[in-house]
């Protein structure tokens, strides 16, 4: 086990685990501005989001390890308990039953007052294993004596929540649905700001004793409307189909086929999708002073907010090595795809960055510059705005300017130059290239960065990809090569 302190003593002192989640994360974040001491226990530090680890103190640990979680404990009076064991697979409700009873003891032993626990809503009566599961873990911090709070939440809208995802992959992914019963299922959709508002107010609202909260946007949706409004606002026409016959597991099935985030989830997160889960006690809405977004709202902000981040994506960070000659990393993050190599050149960042300015335009793109006039030819065809050989008027480019069919997106001037793609596609591209100093040398990435829109985005990236694995891959080296010469 394996502990960082934090030096600097603050007023309460507040443990989160599961701060690697998905709401422990933003959570987590939003606490390093809270007027607490922190303290978060994780299996793995790393995960952390870095300010996080710069401000909090880390306990490596489990909840399924009672002497990691004493350790957690320690002096502390309010504990978030975001943790389930569903994605682990098996029988995940002993997982969490025994998590939930190794929580209670260490946090009686330890003298904590308030537990606030994130569950989730559905009729008691009518639960599928995933929601009974996490009602009962709710039952047994209630019955410890200590004081809980627990917030019972339907579907959280937010870039990275399991729900808003499937709904996204399966709207980006199929133009015809053939949907089952499920999607008909209410249920009433919250943002995930407003469940961080109501977690950051759980922490000194006056309690008496435990009690359940439950929360929800100001509208109740079926999981159909909720994949109609992430159409309209991504602007794709979808056509839905409803049958009668797709059982929990043949539409898990179905899951996996269509994307293989729910390989291990996928028919327990279907019977929870099947029980309705809205608000029925809107008494949470006197006792916080959160006022719920609207589906529409939510669902836009989540959108915009996941646009903005990648304004500050750094191709660089995907590469942990201090020194390497080449590297090539592909992945996808959210809806977008990362296509990434980066090579070592033994100059300076400076040098580096001069000769990438220049590309484009009568310097060409320094590899398979006929591929490239032959795109801009196509592109013109289709009526987009072709290979255009714009004059440079200034040394250095600015954001703004027009390289060939690209238009410079932004530039941090010797370490970043990013091109958004100007061409008819069915998706938004951009290239970036950064240079960042290591050991006496430089790293140079270039990252083609994709957000292809629909399933015409999606084919025509892979089967454009050995077209562009040829390019980029010889890009990068050619880059490289004339750095290196020039140096």
């Known amino acids: 086990m394996k502990t960082k302190t934090r030096p600097v003593e603050k007023e309460k002192r507040i443990l989160i685990t599961g701060a690697t989640g998905y709401v422990g994360r933003k959570l987590a974040k939003a606490l390093t501005c809270y007027p607490c001491r ?14 996080v680890l710069d401000a909090a103190e880390v306990v490596q640990g489990n909840v399924l390890d009672p002497k990691s979680l004493a350790a957690a404990m320690k002096a502390v009076d309010t504990t978030f308990y975001l943790i ?31 537990i606030i626990y994130l569950g989730a809503l559905g009729d008691e009566q009518k639960l599928s294993a995933h929601l009974a599961s996490r009602q009962e873990v709710g039952r047994i911090f209630a019955k410890s004596g200590i004081t809980t709070l627990e917030f019972r939440a339907s579907i959280i809208i937010g870039v990275g929540s399991i729900s808003f995802e499937m709904i996204r992959t399966l709207v980006e992914k199929l133009p015809v649905m053939v949907t089952p019963r499920w999607v008909r299922t209410e249920a009433q959709p919250i943002a995930i700001e407003d ?73 327990a997160l279907i019977e929870g999708i099947r029980n309705p889960t809205v608000v029925k006690d809107p008494s949470g809405l006197t006792l916080f002073s959160i006022k719920p977004q609207t589906i529409s709202e939510a669902m836009h902000k989540s959108l915009q907010a996941e646009d903005d981040e990648y304004k ?63 795109r801009g030819w196509i592109d013109w065809l289709a009526g987009g705005v072709g290979m255009r050989q714009t004059p440079r008027k200034q040394a250095h480019l600015k954001a703004g300017d027009h390289v060939d069919f690209w238009c410079v997106d932004a530039v941090e001037t010797g370490r970043l130059l990013r091109l ?68």
């Open 38 to 51: 922190l303290r978060c226990l994780v299996r793995d530090p790393l995960k952390l989001y870095q300010p």
């Open 84 to 114: 389930h064991s569903m994605a682990a697979g098996g029988n995940f409700m002993e997982r969490d039953r025994l998590a939930a009873n190794n929580f209670v003891q260490a946090a009686k032993s330890a003298g904590v007052k308030r």
């Open 195 to 267: 469940v961080i508002g109501y977690l950051l107010e759980a922490i000194e609202v006056p309690l008496e004793k435990s009690r359940i909260v439950e929360i929800g946007g100001p509208e109740r949706i079926s999981y159909k409307g909720l994949m109609v409004e992430y159409a309209h606002q991504r602007h794709l026409h979808r056509l839905m189909i409803s049958v009668p016959v797709l059982t929990p597991y043949l539409s898990s099935l179905w899951l996996r086929f269509v994307t293989p985030l729910y390989v291990r989830i996928g028919r």
């Open 312 to 374: 500050h994506f750094r191709g660089s960070k995907l590469y942990s090595k201090e020194t390497f000659t080449y590297q090539k990393y592909t992945c996808r993050q959210g809806s977008r795809i990362i296509e990434s190599y980066a090579v070592t050149v033994p100059t300076s960042s400076k040098r580096a960055f001069e000769t990438i300015e220049q590309i484009g335009g009568s310097n060409g793109w320094y590899y398979a510059n006929w591929l490239w006039h032959l």
């Open 420 to 487: 958004r793609a100007e061409m008819k596609l069915p998706g938004q591209a951009w290239l970036q290239f950064e240079t960042e100093p290591r050991n006496g040398k430089t790293v140079i990435c270039q990252t083609a960065i994709f957000k292809p829109h629909g399933l015409a985005g999606l084919m025509y990236w892979y089967g454009a990809y050995p077209f562009h694995w040829f390019i980029f891959k010889g890009m990068i080296k050619a880059l490289a090569k004339r750095i290196s010469t020039n140096h």
